[in-house]
């Protein structure tokens, strides 16, 4: 016959328990306090925060997500990366994933580390817009990858200034080159650019000389 616990036995019980219970009460407080900090963060950061399951589909995306591309996230749920992103950064994406399961396989990859990758973004007006994106890896308890988790940010007025600044540089040396003129630029006392004609052997010796030791 099994003795039956003392009365000091069962308070002690009952304490433990009420113990474990305040632990668990206070362990959801910080939880729900957590998920209002981030919450809070995410509906009022200019930038997307989004997260992605293994095959690609979004598992959470920031209400942020309408101002800068015009869909709900509601929306957005729904949408293959397909429909996300244009075929290069598609293309990219794909393998910068699988090139990570690989070096993850052979650990190789630093479970800590994010990688930033430049990603064309389709708008809901079917404009497309450059985001530049902050990407880390979702791992479950074993640490294997399940998905990933990121922050986008618009990077759009940034690359078409780039792409002027090239656009510009491209007819400079096109006119410069094709010039019949001896053309150079001098910056603080160093020539830092010279055309074919200031080089030509039809130039006297001195002013080759001149040129040829002063262009960086």
């Known amino acids: 016959?099994?003795?039956?616990?003392?009365?000091?036995e069962l308070e002690q019980r009952v304490q433990g328990l009420q113990k474990i219970t305040n632990e668990l009460r206070q362990a959801e407080k910080a939880l729900l306090e957590n998920e209002k900090k981030f919450r809070f963060l995410t509906e009022n950061i200019a930038d997307i925060v989004w997260t992605l399951d293994r095959n690609f589909k979004t598992t959470y995306v920031s209400p942020s997500i309408e101002n800068m591309l015009g869909f709900t996230p509601k929306e957005r749920k729904q949408q293959s990366l397909e429909e996300m992103i244009t075929p290069d950064s598609l293309q990219k994406i794909q393998m910068k994933f699988l090139e990570e399961l690989e070096h993850d396989e052979k650990n190789l990859s630093d479970p800590e580390r994010f990688i930033t990758m430049e990603v064309q973004y389709y708008r809901k007006d079917n404009s497309i817009v450059w985001m530049e994106n902050s990407i880390k890896a979702i791992r479950d308890p074993a640490g294997k990858i399940v998905g990933m988790?990121?922050?986008?940010?618009?990077?759009?007025?940034r690359k078409k200034a780039e792409e002027k600044l090239r656009d510009s540089e491209t007819r400079f040396r096109i006119l410069t080159e094709q010039s019949p003129n001896m053309v150079f630029i001098n910056a603080n006392g160093k020539i830092v650019y010279v055309n074919d004609r200031c080089l030509s052997s039809k130039?006297?010796?001195?002013?080759?000389?001149?040129f040829c030791s002063n262009f960086l």
């Open 1 to 8: 016959m099994v003795d039956k616990p003392s009365y000091e």
């Open 149 to 157: 988790h990121g922050v986008s940010r618009d990077i759009n007025k």
């Open 203 to 210: 130039l006297s010796p001195k002013l080759n000389l001149f």
